[in-house]
């Protein structure tokens, strides 16, 4: 039997994680030099943020014995009920050599915890060297935005996607392909990935099953403005929770071309309510942005507009008696596809200066984890019409999140060098200084879960007035006639205010790194 914490001994040097401590509650699969590498590397450096509380391993003679003083708490077989059992919130996996399948089954375990993955790379098996906690983690992702990173998502999301059809849109992007991989360690009875890039698609099936012969209804190559296609899809697949992930996002080329904002994020959602209302879908959650409040850009406006369209419809689900509606809005995802730290990797390794709009400006930031866990306990708590809004913290300085990442690649062994030059370029059209989760008129609401809050449709805007706006807009569109569709949104949405005004930033310089990075 494995030995309990009760029964552990104390060890001479006593470890960080006897006792109470700070960090996330880690279990490390694999008891051998690996994984012990790893238990005392992480003894050393707690600034990685992980607290391990016991290993897994197969070989029933470590069963019986500890590492640095942690047990070993069962097989790996075991790992989603341990992982329960002991509130783990990050798994690592540091068996170097893992064949890609049981990589695969042991993130998808991990998953049905609701506990994020990490990995030793398996480079490190072939290297033939110990293992470090530097190869684990790279980045103190809790120093870059500011906060202890949340992981939200509890074993009652089960229930929400466990033996459902489910489809997910933009099912290739990061955040929808996120959401597939940990949709699919729930069991739903199919999973559904819709998206119009074939490429994406072929790449994360391969990912989640191993294997990608394109031959089954798993993979749904459609555009979603393309209203008689999505309500073929909804009568032949019959989904019965909808995840809405695709949308245009990038913010200053919709600047730029207010019709396709319009048409993808707009329209496009507005196809895929009606066909869930028509099939009697369960539940749909759309995401959303922060940008959505109080908008000052066609991106935010957009999104707003898709926000509405769903409180509409939820208010139609409920007299039907039929889905729950609701959407999850969010700040910016670190590690996405396009997102700053990618931008900010590429810059540091060319040695151009980095780009940053205004000294001043900030932004709330979570990681893709994060977001997921949001949409995905979001979609467990809605009753109908909410916006969920996670609690973020503080704003972070993107001036201060550039050298603090800047600093942990030079100290990882990366490029970059002892001081970042920051180049300012002033804010671009429809950006604000400061981002807001809530709108002026939104009123917060608590929910079950004490990181997540809610929202009611203003008192500004009513649902009611949509329909007839909403088809002006759709024929402004159809037209590119981007003047009108601007002036179409101003009248839809008296929230949005259009591009700040905001001082230029001063010119260019160089700056060293804050004291204390």
Sequence with gaps: MSPSHDAVRPHPSRLPWEGPGDGLRTLVVGAGAAGSALVRDLARTPEFGLRPVGLLDDDEAKAARQVDGLPVLGPLAELTGLALRHRVQVVVLAIPGLLPQRVRALAAAAAAA????????????????????SDLRGLDVNRLIGRPEVHVVSPDVRAVVEGKRVL?????????SELCRQVHAFGPAELFMLDHDESNLHRLQLEIWGEALLMDDSLVIADIRDRRRIQQIFRDLKPEVVFHAAAHKHLPLLERHPSEAVKSNVLGTDHLVEAALAAGVERFVLISTDKAADPTSVLGASKRLAELIVQANAR????LGTGVFCAVRFGNVLGSRGSLLSVLAEQLRSG???????PDVTRFFMTIEEAVGLVLESGRLARGGEVFVLDMGEPVRIVDLVHNFARQVQLSGGLGAPEVEIRYTGLRSGEKLNEALFSQGERRLPTEHPRIHATEAGAGQRPDDLAGGLTALYEAAADNGDAEVRRRLAELLPEYQGPQQVPAPVPALAAPYP???
């Design 114 to 133: 609701g506990a994020a993955v990490r990995y030793l790379p398996s480079f490190l098996a072939a290297l033939r060297r110990e293992a470090v906690g």
């Design 168 to 176: 997910v849109t933009g099912a290739g992007g990061s955040i929808g």
């Design 316 to 319: 139609d689900a409920r007299a």
């Design 352 to 358: 151009s200066p980095v780009t940053v709009t205004h």
């Design 515 to 517: 004291d204390g990075f």
